[in-house]
């Protein structure tokens, strides 16, 4: 073997050992064909190393190039190859593919045109398939302008390198398909778990309704049969007593059957607001009379702050009273007598309303599931009384009015519940953007 053999054959087999580690390093397809291509140039000397895959959507002769690296003295020509630039029995590069074998060109640019031409043959090229088992996925082409290169022993290192990147082609592609896979069982696994999350939270809600419906008809039933026989027996102070009963009841069962129709109308999306410039200072005035009532009731001290100059709001009326009366009935419910709730509006983007009370406070778990539906947090273990629907329906509500809603408290030291609206202005100019709800 001469020295000038040996040399090919060093520099081969260094090329091909760099090709080992690339095929067992590259994390994606793309980074591997790319660093093949720099390897067979910049380590093993060649002109140009070029990668193209059979177009599967068409005639297995239609090469796409999907990787290259060219030297300086590399020849161009065969990156602008074209399915019709030549002749199949002339372009090494598809008749290595549809022949199935390695096919080694000389001189393949005498017949287009090279400015790299010189005595000594400017474009011998050799192309090697990338056959996975029966299928051609593409083929892998190296260019050496040395017209003594691709010698026997050469050629056979190259296609064992070219064999070697067929299997980081196909090991890629496959782990490629089984992340695809282990993605699509985990979201769908992720699916039937919150399905089941789903249908779990139905059973206990249906549980809940059921109790809770169940509960305020015991006592009208109940009382119904006693208030009679009470009145018959000249007891009219207790029958008395007992409709008084049967009144909370029922107020308590058409509260209770208020919230379910219209928390499924907010989810089937059949809420109609009914939008008008309101007031704020007018608004709140309203409700003070009846939330001073019932806070004075309990001996828990309310105020409410409005500052001048806060601008109207363009929203549904009798939802704006229902969020108002909801977030004030729940700091009503979790504040102990001799407590007290200060209602306060303030200005910043848009107009926040502020609910704040010294109740017993959110635990920062029960923080994160307050809104949600079904929910009930853990402090509804003191007040038992209700679906845990208010907060989900003031939520989807203030949403529905372009707004937002939160809460800031710490356990045992009261709960502040915000929300915001836009302003009638800000609101006007945001028009085109929303979403308006009719069931007409």
Same mark, same amino acid.
């Given at each position: ?19 080992? #580690? ?65 002749? =199949?029995?002339?372009? /090494? ?8 074998? @390695? ?10 045109? /090279? ?12 192309? +090697? ?10 083929? +892998?082409?190296? #260019? ?5 290169? !691709? ?10 390198? &070219? ?12 782990? *490629? ?28 809600? +249906? ?47 058409? &509260? ?13 999306? *059949? ?8 007031? =704020? ?8 009379? #009846? ?7 309990? $001996? =828990? @001290? ?45 200005? *910043? ?11 017993? $406070?959110?635990? #920062? ?20 009384? $209700?679906?845990?629907? %208010? ?6 509500? =203030? ?14 030291? %009261?709960?502040?519940?915000? !929300? &915001? ?20």
């Amino acid at each position: 073997m001469g020295k000038q053999s040996l040399k090919y054959i060093n520099r081969t087999f260094r090329t091909t050992l760099n090709c080992y #580690q690339a095929v067992f390093q590259a994390k994606t397809e793309k980074e591997l064909l790319n660093s093949i291509c720099r390897i067979i140039t910049r380590d093993g000397g060649y002109d140009l190393a070029w990668v193209g895959y059979v177009d599967i959507k068409n005639d297995n002769t239609n090469v796409i190039p999907v990787a290259s690296d060219i030297t300086k003295g590399g020849c161009s020509v065969i990156l602008n190859m074209a399915p019709n630039g030549l002749e =199949v029995n002339e372009n /090494c590069v598809y008749s290595s593919v549809a022949n199935m074998r @390695d096919v080694i060109g000389k001189e393949i640019c005498g017949i287009v045109g /090279c400015g790299n031409k010189n005595s000594g043959g400017c474009c011998n090229l050799l192309a +090697l398939p990338l056959m996975h088992g029966n299928e051609v996925l593409g083929v +892998l082409a190296i #260019q050496a302008k040395d017209s003594k290169a !691709f010698n026997k022993e050469e050629v056979n290192l190259l296609r064992e390198l &070219s064999s070697k990147l067929t299997y980081g082609i196909a090991a890629l592609r496959a782990k *490629e398909q089984k992340d695809l896979t282990e993605k699509a069982l985990l979201e769908r696994n992720n699916e039937l778990i919150e399905a089941k999350n789903e249908a779990r939270l139905h059973i206990e809600f +249906l549980a809940t309704i059921s109790h809770e419906l169940r509960n305020p008809l015991n006592t009208i039933m109940g009382f119904s049969e006693l208030g009679p026989f009470k009145i018959r027996n000249g007891e009219l102070e207790k029958a008395e007593r007992f409709m008084e009963m049967i009144k909370l009841s029922a107020e308590h069962l058409r &509260s209770l059957i208020d919230d379910l129709v219209d928390y499924s109308r907010i989810e089937a999306g *059949e809420v109609m607001l009914r939008r008008e410039t309101i007031n =704020v200072h007018s608004l709140q005035e309203e409700l003070m009379p #009846q939330f001073n009532y019932q806070a004075a009731k309990k $001996g =828990v @001290d309310l105020s409410m702050n409005i500052p001048s100059g806060i601008p109207d709001i363009f929203a549904d009326r009798t939802r704006m009273i229902q969020v108002f009366y909801n977030l004030f009935t729940n700091a009503l419910k979790f504040t102990p007598p001799g407590g007290r709730i200060m209602i306060e509006t303030f200005m *910043e983007n848009d107009i926040v309303f502020k609910f704040e009370d010294n109740g017993i $406070g959110i635990s #920062q778990k029960d923080q994160k599931v307050i809104f949600e539906r079904f929910g009930r947090a853990g402090r509804e273990k003191h007040e038992q009384r $209700g679906m845990g629907l %208010g907060l989900t329906i003031t939520k989807k509500l =203030v949403e529905l009015h372009g707004g937002a809603i939160w809460l800031e408290s710490d356990e045992g030291k %009261g709960a502040t519940f915000f !929300f &915001s609206l836009p302003t009638e202005n800000r609101l006007a100019r945001k028009h085109a953007n929303l979403k308006l709800i009719d069931t007409h």
